[in-house]
Nanobody
Framework: EVQLVESGGGLVQAGGSLRLSCAAS????????IGWFRQAPGKEREGVSC????????FYADSVEGRFTISIDNAKNTVYLQMNSLKPEDTAVYYC????????????????WGQGTQVTVSS
């Protein structure tokens, strides 16, 4: 059974940093796309950043480019999202997701999802 468990969310002041972790079980990171998505109240879920386990290629949404960094530890089956210079508009529930093969970091592409972790950025 595929499981994705997020951790690392919390409350932080604007300008602060958080690191999210996504621990995967039930499968190994072999030719998968792993992504971080977020959903703020009243808004649609959106892609934040994705990474390919096969070649390490990455995608970032324009809103987080230069502030967030996605990384993967294939040995630990874990994906990280380092979030720096956080802004109040980054407040959302952040979800980890996975799909076999490649993806342009679109929500509809992903078929395995974690439960999410809340990130709240105060002004």
């Amino acid at each position: 059974e595929v499981q994705l468990v997020e951790s690392g969310g919390g409350l932080v002041q604007a300008g602060g940093s958080l690191r999210l972790s996504c621990a995967a079980s039930g499968f190994t990171f072999d030719d998968y796309a792993i992504g971080w998505f977020r959903q703020a109240p009243g808004k649609e879920r959106e892609g934040v950043s994705c990474i390919s386990s096969s070649d390490g290629s990455t995608f970032y949404a324009d809103s987080v480019e230069g502030r967030f960094t996605i990384s993967i530890d294939n040995a630990k089956n874990t994906v990280y999202l380092q979030m720096n210079s956080l802004k109040p508009e980054d407040t959302a529930v952040y979800y980890c997701a996975a799909v076999g093969g490649s993806s342009w970091c679109l929500v509809a592409d992903f078929n395995s999802w974690g439960q999410g972790t809340q990130v709240t950025v105060s002004s």
